[in-house]
């Protein structure tokens, strides 16, 4: 069973940092480009970053950027999203996806998702 499971999310005031992590069951993740999107209250799921799967190219947002770092541990099958400097426009539940080639595409020619998990910044 192909699977995505996200965790690190949690309530952070701004200006806090988070680590969020995804870790894929059944399959091996390194063969796959990894991303990261999020979906607002009341907004349209969007991307928040991506990394390449043949040379680890990275892709940001332009509202993350500067802010946000995404890496992957091939040997532990994961990949993070290291977010500094939260703002409350950065609320929302955060989704990993993995594909084989849509890096730097949108969400919806992504073919894995995890469930996702929440991240609220307040004060």
């Known amino acids: 069973q192909l699977q995505l499971v996200e965790s690190g999310g949690d309530v952070v005031q701004p200006g806090g940092s988070l680590r969020l992590s995804c870790t894929a069951h059944g399959f091996n993740l390194s063969r796959y480009s990894v991303g990261w999107f999020r979906r607002a209250p009341g907004k349209e799921r969007e991307t928040v970053s991506h990394i390449r799967r043949d040379d680890g190219r990275t892709h940001y947002a332009d509202s993350v950027k500067g802010r946000f770092t995404i890496t992957r ?3 532990r099958n994961s990949a993070y999203l290291q977010m500094n400097s939260l703002q409350a426009e950065d609320t929302a539940v955060y989704y990993c996806a993995a594909d084989y080639s849509s890096f730097g595409k949108g969400h919806e020619l ?3 998702w995890g469930r996702g998990t929440q991240v609220t910044v307040s004060s």
């Open 110 to 112: 992504w073919s894995y």
């Open 73 to 75: 541990d091939n040997p």
